[in-house]
């Protein structure tokens, strides 16, 4: 949904609405979205447009949890767990997770209303509530610092209106809502620290919308408590309803601003330029890790990466075999320190996705990606090793191959080559044909290895001198290459 409308400004507000009023989360909203930016999908403009629907979307889905749905949530746990247990890893079973979330969602805020009672009775809590009445900077504060310890704008605001009914008043209750509003985009700021600069300027973008209305709406507040109080004298209710009317007003406001704004958070968080051919960029998306089948992908990404620098790695090989080029093959062998690190953290950032939240096919390809890169490392390694004896055997002592010798690792190498890009293709797509293909070139590049030996066997029989000088280089050169 998101994808399908960007095409301006005002569609994509009302899709980052949508979907916020769906997952009751304007920080997850802003998640998805600064991956699509630090993707380069979409830009930053329409992202923070985006956002600012998003913001509206939380507050409308705090006026509906502002009602009594208590008698939703049982009903939405059972049948949640009911279709989740008949029909797992399917469509249907992920409906019955999100029931499943939403019920737990109902109950949690049902709990936290009823524990705000106990809690809001207590003598020195009152006592501590009541100081906030003289300073609207320290309410704000207050909210904020709630909204990003809670994790969640929207349970501080129904927390803050069952707080506006008897402890703290209408007055200070409306300044810890533009403290919560301001906090939830502290927190998705906080999040996205670690991730790149494309996707750190949606939350920045956001969070400088949150900061201008904030610094607004304390000059509105007398008008509203002059006017609303007649038409809705329920405190509770006037405190949701200021939340969704300061997210209207920005969302109206700013809207126009979106283009500004964005120029402002590139100067703010400018993008590294292009530089050295060595640059390329990190797929391994912290961002993406909340979205499992997307996080999947990413892990994908960097370890057809890690092919690619052993790719590179073993090409070097024959170059340096025809040229004795040193400072070729130790540049060739510091690339395997790449192919580790690679390996280490495509490991690490798949222990990071829940294996829990995988369907079968996604637990499947989790393993495969494990496997595949872990294969790749075995390989740098091996050809790391290659390039030792390569060096020590052949380079600082001055030894040819003899030219037979010589077209015998040229073919099999090349071949090696073809099987390796073979491979990487069947990691990607899962071609069964090409699969097969693979497994057949495993047989014969057994046979090649034993045909090769034996030609060698039989030059050394007749005393080849490149040959007899070159034995035990060539033999272990294609033991590995078949390794």
Not at 192 to 210: D, I, M, S
Request: aromatic share 6%; proline share 3%; charged share 20%.
């Amino acid at each position: 949904v998101l994808a399908a409308s960007m095409g301006n400004r005002f569609t994509a507000a009302l899709s980052g609405l949508g979907v916020t009023a769906l997952v009751q989360s304007s920080t997850a909203t802003a998640l998805i979205t600064a991956s699509f930016v630090g993707r380069g999908l979409i830009t930053l403009p329409a992202a923070l447009a985006v956002m600012l629907g998003a913001d509206i979307g939380t507050s409308v889905m705090a006026v509906v949890f502002s009602f009594d749905l208590s008698w939703l949530s049982p009903l939405f746990i059972f049948v949640g767990v009911t279709l989740f247990i008949l029909r797992q890893g399917t469509q249907v079973g992920d409906v019955g997770r999100v029931l499943i979330g939403l019920g737990l969602m109902l109950l949690a805020l049902q709990l936290v209303s009823q524990a705000t009672h106990v809690l809001t009775a207590n003598p020195a809590v009152q006592l501590m509530l009541e100081s906030l009445t003289s300073d609207r900077m320290l309410e704000i504060l207050v909210g904020a610092t709630l909204a990003v310890l809670s994790y969640s704008s929207l349970a501080v605001v129904l927390l803050t209106a069952t707080l506006a009914i008897n402890v703290v008043g209408i007055d200070v209750a409306l300044g810890l809502v533009l403290g919560a509003n301001l906090g939830s985009g502290l927190l998705a700021v906080l999040t996205t620290a670690k991730a790149n600069r494309a996707t750190r300027q949606v939350p920045l973008g956001n969070l400088l919308f949150k900061l201008m209305g904030v610094a607004i709406a304390p000059a509105l507040i007398p008008f509203w408590l002059r006017w609303v109080p007649p038409w809705v004298p329920d405190p509770a209710a006037q405190t949701v309803l200021f939340h969704l009317c300061f997210n209207l007003m920005v969302g109206l406001v700013f809207i126009g601003l979106t283009g500004t704004v964005a120029h402002w958070v590139e100067k703010l968080l400018p993008l590294q330029k292009a530089g050295s051919a060595l640059e390329r960029p990190n797929h391994l998306d912290p961002s993406a890790l909340a979205t499992p089948s997307l996080a999947i992908s990413c892990a994908a990404r960097e370890a057809l990466h890690q092919a690619d620098v052993v790719e590179t790695m073993l090409r070097g090989v024959m170059t340096v075999i025809r040229t004795n080029d040193l400072q070729l093959s130790q540049d060739l062998r510091k690339m395997d320190d790449t192919v580790d690190d690679l390996y280490s953290a495509i490991k690490y950032y798949l222990t990071k996705i829940s294996r829990e939240q995988l369907n079968e096919k996604e637990s499947r390809r989790w393993t495969d990606i494990i496997s595949f890169t872990i294969n790749m490392e075995q390989i740098g390694d091996t050809v790391e090793r290659v390039l030792l004896d390569i060096e020590d055997k052949k380079i600082r002592k001055g030894r040819e191959f003899s030219e037979a010798g010589m077209t015998e690792i040229s073919a099999m190498h090349a071949r090696l080559l073809d099987n390796l890009r073979l491979g990487m293709s069947v990691f990607l797509d899962g071609n069964v044909r090409d699969a097969q293909r693979l497994l057949e070139e495993k047989v014969r590049f057994r046979e090649m290895e034993r045909e090769y030996a034996s030609s060698h066997l039989e030059r050394l029989a007749e005393r080849t001198t490149p040959s007899m000088e070159s034995s035990s280089l060539h033999i272990d050169l294609i033991s590995d290459l078949k390794r």
